[in-house]
């Protein structure tokens, strides 16, 4: 038996593909850890991806970054301890990720981790410090890309890495034709459009700064859709921006996974703290701001499709950067887009899970 553990709404995309994948070598027993649970952010997902239920929703819920893994830790560890599976495989860098790998380890289960060797100069931030513990305890690296294997090789010589590229290209790919259309997921929406998410910390824990970011949302010569994660909205709700418009920005809300690629697709650019959302653009030949001072997908800045803009930048900067970004590439993506694969991730999680010890 494989145990394939996730608890977010990224995961629940990754693991569609990867469930699939690993059936093939037997038994896959899914653990949610219920990390979201908000219905748009989870199990919307499982409907339109295709998705069984999860054998065991572990009900983890929010909390402090501590409580949150701590009850991830012990709920996992009870379930693994049950059901003693061959390998534990893990996803991406979240409470999730660190809080199952940690049980798995303990119990002496081998760890399977996806998504290995990303890495952000800021080495407190909470993604990087699960990122670094899973890799150092996981006995397989499953890497998305070039820069992440050779870290690996050199930091981890005693694991197995196996280059695999990015699970999320599986995903995109074999949904792509059934993506609607924008207009049908914001009725009036025009193009051209821009489309905007913001749901990190360092965004929506600091006020002034998530104004600005609004703010400069707000007075671009195009209208913005802004996708309001749950804790997005509350931050916008004590800035007293909860009305559905701002100037040409339109607050709606988080919307499913199927409909964030399109309006995505269809956008002239996105602006986004989303790793997720990064690579999406990036594959769908959509030009990108990041609202962040780096990003662990450092490949898409490289190739021009994704431009940098620190948090703490002025509302002028940031409206400037998104026009710097639509002028550049004006509809086109001449960039290469396979530096995370070509959409064949899962297979080779599987055959490397199969070639296993």
């Known amino acids: 038996m494989i145990a394939l553990c996730y608890g977010t709404r990224p995961q629940v995309i990754k693991a569609s593909v990867l469930r699939r994948a690993l059936a093939t070598l037997g038994p896959v027993y899914a653990i949610d850890t219920g990390q979201h649970y908000d219905y748009a952010l989870n199990a919307l997902l499982y409907e339109q991806l295709g998705v069984a239920p999860p054998d065991l929703f572990l009900e983890a819920g929010s909390a402090s970054h501590a409580e949150q893994t701590a009850t991830i830790l012990t709920r996992a560890e009870a379930a693994l301890s049950r059901l003693r599976p061959r390998v534990v495989v893990v996803i991406g860098d979240t409470n999730s990720t660190l809080g199952v790998a940690l049980a798995a380890a303990k119990l002496r289960l081998p760890v399977v981790h996806v998504e290995a060797g990303l890495r952000a100069a800021d080495r407190l931030m909470a993604e990087e410090i699960n990122r670094r513990v899973v890799d150092a305890i996981a006995t397989l690296l499953c890497t998305p890309c070039e820069a992440a294997t050779r870290r690996m090789r050199a930091v981890h010589p005693d694991a197995t890495v196996v280059e695999s590229g990015d699970v999320a290209r599986d995903v995109l790919e ?184």
């Open 174 to 357: 074999s949904v792509r034709s059934r993506l609607p259309a924008p207009a049908s997921v914001v009725p009036g929406l025009v193009s051209p459009y821009l489309f905007a998410t913001l749901h990190r910390a360092e965004l929506t824990d600091i006020p002034a700064r998530l104004g600005a970011v609004v703010g400069a949302l707000a007075v671009l010569d195009l209208p913005t859709i802004l996708a309001v994660h749950p804790r997005t909205r509350a931050a916008l709700a004590a800035l007293g921006l909860d009305a559905e418009r701002q100037g040409a920005l339109r607050l709606v809300p988080a919307v499913g996974y199927l409909e964030s690629l399109a309006l995505a697709r269809g956008a002239a650019a996105v602006v986004t703290d989303s790793g997720g959302l990064q690579r999406e653009a990036y594959w769908l030949g959509t030009p990108c701001v990041t609202v962040r001072g780096e990003t662990e997908w450092e490949e898409t800045v490289a190739l021009g499709a994704n431009l940098l803009m620190p948090p703490e930048a002025a509302a002028a900067e940031l409206a400037g950067a998104v026009r710097s970004q639509i002028t550049r590439w004006q509809g086109r993506a001449p960039w290469n887009r396979t530096v995370y694969g070509e959409g064949h991730a899962a297979e080779k999680v599987t055959s490397a899970i199969a070639a296993m010890p």
